[in-house]
């Protein structure tokens, strides 16, 4: 059974570009976590979904970040016109169930670096 | 915003010593995950607490829930260089599904 995969593990972009980040939760997993964690800080929460529907996005920066959890296919987690500041890495998890007695297994995350 | 404080931020010890992280909060939580994290991988559950005053053990790990559901502890006894890695307390809201990060312990065993 596989894991939470997470790809690219790195990504470079330039200030101004596009960063795309996804996420493929565990076999049987629908509800999906993104945790943004900077170098040497601990993970925030930045957004919660399940299949086609954001069910809490309360740790979303208000501009240039969105997210989705199509019906078929990966959770993407887009950043438009990256700035330094957006480097960090991120993970995602994932659970069978929204209710946080279900533990939430985590991905290898994707290293962003804004150049 | 619920905060989760984690203590000592760096934790340097011999092979063989004891050593104990603490993770304290003003608010109460339904249910506290202990992770580790080695570099540049995710965080991996170590275990999840949900009652007051549980202690739940892990081989030489033990872990402890507060009474009040606002703090816990790791304990390790008799570390190993193995241990060595980046310790992370997470809270889980009462009527939420997001959970909230400590900063993270970083923890040395030296041989």
Known sequence: NAGVMQNPRHLVRRRGQEARLRCSPMKGHSHVYWYRQLPEEGLKFMVYLQKENIIDESGMPKERFSAEFPKEGPSILRIQQVVRGDSAAYFCASSPLGDLRYEQYFGPGTRLTVT | ?111
């Open chain 2, 1 to 111: 915003t619920q905060l989760l404080e984690q203590s000592p931020q760096f934790l340097s010890i011999q092979e063989g010593e004891n050593l104990t992280v603490y993770c304290n909060s003003s608010s109460v939580f339904s249910s506290l995950q202990w992770y580790r994290q080695e570099p540049g991988e995710g965080p991996v559950l170590l275990v999840t607490v949900v009652t007051g005053g549980e202690v739940k053990k892990l081989k030489r790990l033990t872990f402890q829930f507060g009474d009040a559901r606002k703090d816990s502890s790791l304990h390790i006894t008799a570390a190993q260089p193995g241990d060595t890695g980046l310790y992370l307390c997470a809270g889980a809201e009462a009527a939420g599904n997001k959970l909230t990060f400590g900063g993270g312990t970083r923890v040395l065993v030296k041989p």
